[in-house]
């Protein structure tokens, strides 16, 4: 089955820096890969997706990169800000389940 | 629009009780429907799957089971809980091909 792996755990930068946060796949059928900023105590919402068919996708400060060929994918947030602090996590969807990663802790120090 | 709802909000409950958490979604059909748990400081960890009435598919064997009685119901449940059942349990749906999983409000078990 699917198995998502993500690096750093933790992640500490200043505001203004570039965060990045990266995770590999293991099926190569899988399609879709979601990335969720999960806040304290509160459920996962998605920030940004990006299908398999398609190589970079930006929004405003967030963009996320897909190499299908080394089966990784990476969320790059750019100029953060101390509410970007939370837990992203990303996933991949592969045959109807959604595996998600184990999540990486990003502080934003003013 | 879609919505999901989820409870309890909380739940402590003595090592032994039985578990029943219930799920329901609204404004959609025939969802892909879904049971995470997430241990303290700790990643989303699939449990159970759902693709329709009274499919289930599990990814994690222990003593929680799942149940989907109606389309849009999804509920997972214990005879027996153990101190390591304790987490923040997510219920998510999504439609059925790949796209956005919106979760519930999430209930903290605490196995005491």
């Known amino acids: 089955g699917e198995n998502v792996e993500q690096h750093p755990s933790t992640l500490s930068v200043q505001e203004g820096d570039s965060a990045v946060i990266k995770c590999t796949y293991s099926?190569?059928?899988?399609?879709?890969f979601p990335w969720y900023k999960q806040e304290l105590g509160k459920r996962p919402q998605l920030i940004i997706d990006?299908?398999?068919?398609?190589g970079e996708k930006k929004d405003q400060r967030i963009a996320v990169t897909l190499n299908k060929t080394a089966k990784h994918f990476s969320l790059h947030i750019t100029e953060t800000q101390p509410e970007d602090s939370a837990v992203y996590f990303c996933a991949a969807f592969n045959t109807d389940k959604l595996i998600f990663g184990t999540g990486t802790r990003l502080q934003v120090f003013p | 629009s879609q919505t999901i709802h989820q409870w309890p909000a909380t739940l402590v409950q003595p090592v032994g009780s039985p578990l029943s958490l219930e799920c329901t979604v609204e404004?959609?059909?025939?969802?892909?429907l879904y049971w995470y748990r997430q241990a303290a400081g700790r990643g989303l960890q699939l449990l159970f799957y759902s693709v329709g009435i009274g499919q289930i598919s599990s990814e994690v064997p222990q003593n929680l089971s799942a149940s989907r009685p109606q389309d849009r119901q999804f509920i997972l449940s214990s005879k027996k809980l153990l101190l390591s059942d304790s987490g923040f349990y997510l219920c998510a749906w999504s439609v059925l091909t790949d796209t956005e999983a919106f979760f519930g409000q999430g209930t903290r078990l605490t196995v005491v």
């Open positions: 990006i299908r398999s068919n398609v």
């Open positions: 404004g959609t059909s025939n969802p892909n």
């Open positions: 099926d190569s059928a899988s399609n879709y």
